[in-house]
């Protein structure tokens, strides 16, 4: 049977024209499905410890080729490095995190990070992975171990037989000033 072979009167065919755009309009008002509560983190070691930041927030991921001292810089900021070619800011995230320096290892990385419109590194001990996380399942930091220097961490989530420690980027580059001095 070929389509021409199908006689429709019009009236029967504009009916049947406006019930489909009248079904098409009701699921198109149908509810929105809900938002994601899947978010993907970039989690990393510091300490012994895992941390994550947002994968929308870690532009790369550098090995660390070499760090330059900057005079009079603040205690957290570890120094500067080259990024193909520009200078980049290097945060080392156990001081700012309150936690002993350490020696930069061969497993020692640069989160480059983007936030409030500018480029900084943030040296972590070693990155783990990328990993997906339920929002629902996070857990809000125990208010007994929150400081007001500790308004970065945006909560606590299990991943497999480890806790993660989330991290806000934003929050965590601001530097009180106790941490930005030097010794």
Same mark, same amino acid.
Do not use: C
């Given at each position: ?39 993907t ?68 990385? &640069?989160? %480059?990070?983007?936030?409030?419109? /500018? @480029?900084?590194? !943030? =040296? ?5 992975? $990328? ?19 500790s308004?970065?961490? &945006?909560? %606590?989530?299990?991943l497999?037989? /480890? @806790?993660?420690? !989330? =991290? ?5 580059? $601001? ?9």
């Open positions: 049977m070929n389509v021409e072979e199908i006689q429709l009167p019009p009236s029967a065919l504009a009916e049947d024209l406006f019930t489909f755009a009248d079904a098409v309009a009701v699921e198109s008002q149908a509810p929105a499905a809900a938002p994601t509560r899947i978010e983190w970039v989690t990393f070691a510091l300490a012994g410890e895992t941390f994550a930041l947002p994968v929308s927030s870690v532009l790369e991921i550098l090995r660390v080729a070499g760090i330059t001292r900057v005079p009079h810089a603040p205690r957290v900021v570890r120094g500067v490095t080259n990024m193909r070619g520009k200078v980049l800011p290097v945060v080392d995230l156990r001081v700012r995190l309150g936690i002993e320096a350490a020696e930069i290892m061969p497993q020692s990385r &640069i989160l %480059v990070a983007a936030s409030r419109g /500018r @480029l900084l590194g !943030l =040296l972590v001990d070693a990155v783990r992975q $990328v990993d997906r996380i339920d929002r629902i399942a996070v857990q809000p930091p125990p208010p007994d171990v929150m400081t007001a220097q308004d970065y961490i &945006i909560g %606590v989530s299990q497999g037989e /480890r @806790l993660v420690i !989330l =991290l806000d980027v934003d929050l965590v580059l $601001v530097v009180h000033e106790a941490q930005g001095e030097r010794p």
